[in-house]
């Protein structure tokens, strides 16, 4: 893992700080949505080295679903009506957390949208969720779909089911968009829903040049730019893919790639030599397909990108351990250690994944992570930490990309691929 010198790496020897607790990715707090309810959740226990025995949905306090496992995905029927529902953990221990979330079901038929909401402004790629109803098809809904404006001839998406959770790709400006859901029957129903996406996006930054590699040998994760034959690494750039390769003999060493996008040194013609357009950023879009073979070899995938300005460093740093248990953490800024994000991370071998990562500073300079999406699996995070305020010189923005050795520091490659960065 990272530490934190020259590009403030991140410290890889301190063991992940894993925190109980029940994250609900669907539905959300406070959201309109028609009968039967998604509910899709994952838990974490941090006492109990056991972990997570079951999970279970208590509707207006009555227990109504229970499910054995760290994860739930299931349909609940509702009347219309406002309900206060938990989504609840146990572990083996004897230890349990929850989630509160309020809901209101609505009547009838029609498609309901529980993001975007509408007239919103947001960043791309665009996370659309929503649920629709028939109460005029006895056979349900068949299959819904997403158009970017109410004349487009060709959906920009389509699935089967009465439900939909996608990202779409969509330049800055304004969508009048359109949810719209067919039955069995041959009838539909639509929603409107306007959009106003921002920022700019830098497009397949895995194929410009410019890339800086270090080795990060264990256990003091000191950068180094020769330090073969202990951590070995490469990279192989073609029109479209990059390869990147780590190997060596030192275990559990690693490869740090960075690229810097503003700043003194950055590659892209964006300097800012006024040191205007930094500080003015607050949202990023970490958006990067990656695929490899010898998947199981990785102990650790870093997708993170960092901000510096005013003696100020904002590491957003997301990691999903592989080898190292198949969990996604996220960089606590202050305390410069890794802490458990309470979501699983399953990365398929042999095949292209798609992950994507939202980060922001909030107004009182915080860094917080929004989201991750792994396969068109979204879990939403909602957490926040302070910078780290150490004095610094350093100035601009980057993207990083990390892979990390095991235990016998294995050799493997991964190709990354359509590496997008939005930023506003």
Not at 106 to 111: A, E, F, Q, R
Not at 372 to 395: K, Q
């Amino acid at each position: 893992m990272e530490r934190l010198c020259l590009y403030i790496c991140f410290f890889a020897a301190c063991a992940t700080s894993a925190l109980a607790g029940v994250t609900v990715s669907s539905p959300a707090s406070g959201a309109k949505v028609g009968s039967p309810v998604s509910f899709v959740a994952s838990a974490s226990a941090s006492s109990c080295s056991d972990g997570v025995a079951s999970m279970g949905i208590y509707v207006n306090d009555e227990l109504t679903y229970v499910v054995q496992g760290a994860s739930l995905n299931t349909k609940l029927a509702l009347d219309p009506g406002a309900y206060k529902t938990t989504v609840k953990e146990w572990d083996h221990c004897g230890g349990a957390s929850f989630t509160a979330v309020s809901l209101t079901v609505t009547s009838g038929s029609g498609v309901f949208v529980t993001s975007p909401s509408n007239n919103s402004t947001v960043g791309s790629p665009v996370r659309f969720t929503a649920t629709a109803v028939t109460s005029t098809c006895p056979k349900g809904v068949a299959s819904m779909g997403i158009y970017s404006a109410p004349s487009a001839d060709k959906k920009a998406y389509v699935t089967k089911g009465d439900s939909l959770d996608t990202h779409l790709t969509l330049s800055p400006g304004t969508y009048n968009t359109v949810v719209q859901a067919w039955d069995y029957c041959g009838g539909a129903s639509f929603t409107r829903v306007a959009v106003n996406v921002s920022g700019n996006t830098l497009t397949n930054l895995q194929a410009r040049k410019g890339w800086r590699g270090w080795g990060e040998l264990a256990p003091a994760y000191d950068v180094c730019s020769d330090c073969q034959p202990e951590v070995t690494y490469s990279m192989t750039q073609t029109d479209s893919a990059t390869t990147f390769k780590l190997g060596g003999t030192k275990p559990y060493s690693d490869v740090l790639w960075s690229y810097p996008l503003f700043g003194p040194a950055a590659v892209l013609d964006l300097p800012d030599p006024n040191k205007t357009q930094v500080p003015s950023i607050k949202n990023f879009i970490y958006d990067a397909y990656f695929f490899s073979s010898t998947i199981g070899a990785a102990q650790v995938l870093e997708f993170d990108v960092s901000q510096y300005f005013g003696g100020k460093s904002f590491i957003y740093g997301s990691q999903c351990r592989v080898a190292g248990g198949h969990a996604w953490d996220i960089w606590d800024n202050m305390n410069r250690h890794w802490v458990s994000a309470g979501v699983p991370c399953n990365p398929v071998n042999n095949d292209w994944n798609h992950v994507i990562v939202r980060f922001q500073r909030t107004s009182d300079n915080k860094v917080h992570y929004q989201s991750i999406t792994l396969n068109d699996v979204t879990h939403d995070i909602d957490r926040t930490f302070a910078p780290y305020t150490a004095p610094s010189d350093w100035y601009g923005i980057t993207v990083k990309f990390q892979m990390d050795g095991n235990k016998k520091q294995t050799p493997y490659s991964v190709k990354l691929d359509k590496l997008n960065f939005t930023y506003w």
